[in-house]
């Protein structure tokens, strides 16, 4: 059951998988926060083979950083059911990027797809950098998936239940040192009041949680959406997450 991967033809990048034992949950369906660990990896995996990986981001002091999700679940596929990931990018403004993702079962019909932004970071400066015209050139670009209309943001609920704090642990960091997109996810699931499989979810990412950061969520239950907001301790968000 290994990865097969391939760079198809520009812009898009597939890899095919099956579903592993590591990435179900108790129903024997790939979890939400596996799912995103796809989608990510697939747009890591893209970025090595165009030789604009981790190493040559970190040489420059540059990397790219998500700021929001949505994404969209027809069905969560089953354990050791064969998958193909893919990603394109599909839009670069000034600083941001847009990038699409997708999840399809091996008779080619689509189980999920994600629409997400990325900003492009100077990480010696600590500010918002242009992505030069080579990087622009070697992604490329693809026409968008079709997406739900949404907000630009995820907004605020009016009414909030707190819920205990907890604190970043070491398996939460990824190489940036910061907390792992994906494990804001799993952090929100796990504040749910009851099990969930949201059939669109949408994260907006506020700033990064580091190490040993407490964070505080807290859940609102609303007549089309539940959201948990986790902050940090003076009430100031990391990250705010809608399932629906």
């Given at each position: 059951?290994?990865?097969?991967?391939?760079?198809?033809?520009?812009?898009?990048?597939?890899?095919?998988?099956?579903?592993?034992?590591?990435?179900?949950?108790?129903?024997?369906?790939?979890?939400?926060?596996?799912?995103?660990?796809?989608?990510?990896?697939?747009?890591?995996?893209?970025?090595?083979?165009?030789?604009?990986?981790?190493?040559?981001?970190?040489?420059?002091?540059?990397?790219?950083?998500?700021?929001?999700?949505?994404?969209?679940?027809?069905?969560?596929?089953?354990?050791?059911?064969?998958?193909?990931?893919?990603?394109?990018?599909?839009?670069?403004?000034?600083?941001?990027?847009?990038?699409?993702?997708?999840?399809?079962?091996?008779?080619?019909?689509l189980l999920a797809r994600a629409k997400s932004t990325w900003a492009y970071m100077d990480f010696a400066k600590g500010r918002p950098s242009r992505p030069d015209a080579a990087q622009i050139e070697a992604y490329g670009m693809s026409e968008p998936l079709d997406m739900p209309a949404e907000e630009r943001h995820v907004s605020?609920?009016?009414?909030?239940?707190?819920?205990?704090?907890?604190?970043?642990?070491?398996?939460?960091?990824?190489?940036?040192?910061?907390?792992?997109?994906?494990?804001?996810?799993?952090?929100?699931?796990?504040?749910?009041?009851?099990?969930?499989?949201?059939?669109?979810?949408?994260?907006?990412?506020?700033?990064?949680?580091?190490?040993?950061?407490?964070?505080?969520?807290?859940?609102?239950?609303?007549?089309?959406?539940?959201?948990?907001?986790?902050?940090?301790?003076?009430?100031?968000?990391?990250?705010?997450?809608?399932?629906?």
């Amino acid at each position: 059951m290994a990865h097969e991967m391939q760079q198809s033809a520009a812009p898009v990048f597939e890899f095919n998988a099956h579903v592993r034992y590591s990435e179900v949950d108790h129903r024997g369906l790939l979890s939400l926060p596996a799912l995103i660990n796809y989608f990510q990896d697939a747009s890591t995996f893209q970025s090595e083979a165009l030789g604009m990986g981790m190493s040559w981001l970190k040489e420059r002091q540059h990397g790219w950083v998500l700021t929001h999700w949505q994404i969209v679940v027809d069905r969560y596929p089953a354990l050791c059911e064969p998958i193909c990931v893919g990603t394109f990018a599909s839009g670069f403004k000034g600083v941001t990027a847009t990038r699409y993702f997708y999840l399809r079962s091996s008779d080619d019909g689509l189980l999920a797809r994600a629409k997400s932004t990325w900003a492009y970071m100077d990480f010696a400066k600590g500010r918002p950098s242009r992505p030069d015209a080579a990087q622009i050139e070697a992604y490329g670009m693809s026409e968008p998936l079709d997406m739900p209309a949404e907000e630009r943001h995820v907004s605020m609920p009016q009414v909030l239940s707190p819920c205990e704090p907890v604190t970043v642990r070491r398996g939460q960091i990824d190489t940036n040192e910061h907390v792992n997109n994906g494990q804001y996810v799993q952090m929100a699931l796990e504040v749910l009041p009851r099990e969930l499989s949201p059939h669109v979810v949408r994260v907006d990412y506020r700033r990064a949680a580091v190490l040993g950061d407490v964070v505080c969520p807290a859940v609102a239950q609303e007549e089309d959406r539940t959201v948990v907001v986790l902050n940090d301790p003076a009430g100031e968000p990391f990250a705010l997450v809608e399932f629906s």
